[in-house]
């Protein structure tokens, strides 16, 4: 499994993915599920990969052997909006589909890959975007600030409560480790260590990016808080329902 | 979709179920899931179910019909034992599959149906079991001391945060609340009226039930206090991990 949040903010943008993959419960393995392409002054793109990792590796390889292409269709380097730079990963992941759906369809294995895109063009907005298996694609706007993929469902109450487009870059990557802290107690499958990447909104210049081991004293740090937190939270409400039980 | 809750408890037993069915997302219902077996001072049984609903109603009627038939593999009356009583929906379930799983196969409808079990028999301990849809189940031991069916991802971290053996009926009967509000709030086909039911062990009567309707004040008190209770606790969590951003 895997899980990966990409948050839209006022000042920027907070990426995040775990680096664990299985393909049965007894291969387990560490694969980076972050790609960053970036030219600094004029461009910066991330990309978060979930699904089968033959696939998602299969879209990431393609997009490499684009670059420096100059085709505005395929080149992340020569794309003009995100708009394109989104329909270029759709474009790989249909190339990647057109290729290997049929052959996995004869092996009764889904053809599953889904990314989160985030990033700037020079002249454009900071934007984020979700791609789904067919290569379509949706964006972040308005209300909607935040996409996950993977094991989305044990991290969301915390981001539904606390993600607003106006919150701090640095909150915003504390939610999203508690987020990750929720879903990996929840689902061994998603697991350390955790890649998070940090954009400052017109910068054009490469995110903070940091790996987080398991042991590395932020992570622990939430690990060990937000227990206490939660259970301090839950004695905090004192509504006495008045029932006979 | 459904949600229930069943925690096992030193002092007893909480069980808690929404009422929300829905065939299509335009065809949506209320029915109960939650179904009681009482013969005070001798036995205690209650019931959640989720899956397909003329599955599980299937099952509660065949329960239903068995009740005063004084056969000990049938008749939750007659039982001898809370085991016994788990095979008696076991094979209620069994019986509805072997009638109707080959039809609803032609339709390509799948054949899911799970129960929560809780109860006792005078003489014997309180019990929680988990019945699959092979009509097979499992029993809530050590460490294990809840047990979700349906939409159970969403309310699950809070429930790993707070549940264990010894916190209070009360205590335990908020968290289930909580776990509610958490998972109403991310998937609508999950709604109220909640059913709520707190059984004390021992006791051998009927436990205390309660329907709260979606205007509740101790629901709103855990909606409105939760989020705000969140917030605090996210601020709480002070570390500064240094990184220069």
């Known amino acids: ?6 948050v839209l903010l006022d000042e920027g943008v907070v990426l995040a993915s775990d680096s664990r993959t299985n393909a049965g419960i007894d291969r387990v393995s560490t694969f980076r ?7 600094p002054g004029e461009r910066f793109f991330t990309l978060l990969t979930a699904g089968n990792l033959s696939l998602t590796q299969g879209v990431v390889s393609r997009i490499g052997e684009w670059l420096n292409t100059e085709d505005p269709e395929r080149d992340l380097f020569a794309v003009n909006s995100m708009f394109s730079a989104a329909r270029v990963v759709g474009a ?3 190339e990647v589909h057109s290729t290997d759906a049929g052959y996995l ?4 294995i889904d053809f599953t890959a889904s990314f989160i895109l985030a990033g700037q063009v020079k002249g454009g907005q900071l934007r984020l ?11 972040a706007m308005g209300d909607t600030t935040y996409f996950q993929i993977g094991e989305v469902k044990y991290g969301k109450p915390i981001l539904d409560r ?3 487009r106006d919150i701090s870059l ?4 504390k939610c999203a480790l508690i987020s990750f802290d929720s879903t990996m107690r929840s689902n061994v499958s998603v697991g350390p260590p955790l890649d ?7 910068s054009l210049k490469p995110g903070f990016t940091i790996r987080l081991e398991d042991d590395d004293p932020y992570l622990q740090a939430i690990r060990d808080g937000w227990g206490g937190a939660i259970y301090k939270a839950f004695h905090d409400i004192s509504h006495d329902p008045g029932w006979k039980i």
Not at 196 to 202: E, H, N, S
């Open 1 to 6: 499994m895997t899980y990966c949040i990409g």
């Open 33 to 39: 599920k972050m790609f960053s392409y970036d030219k």
């Open 92 to 94: 790989a992941l249909r």
């Open 105 to 108: 369809q004869q092996h009764d």
């Open 129 to 139: 975007f979700m791609i789904y298996d067919a290569g379509n694609f949706i964006e």
């Open 162 to 164: 606390i993600i607003r």
């Open 170 to 173: 640095g909150d915003a990557a």
């Open 196 to 202: 998070l990447m940090i954009y400052r909104r017109d």
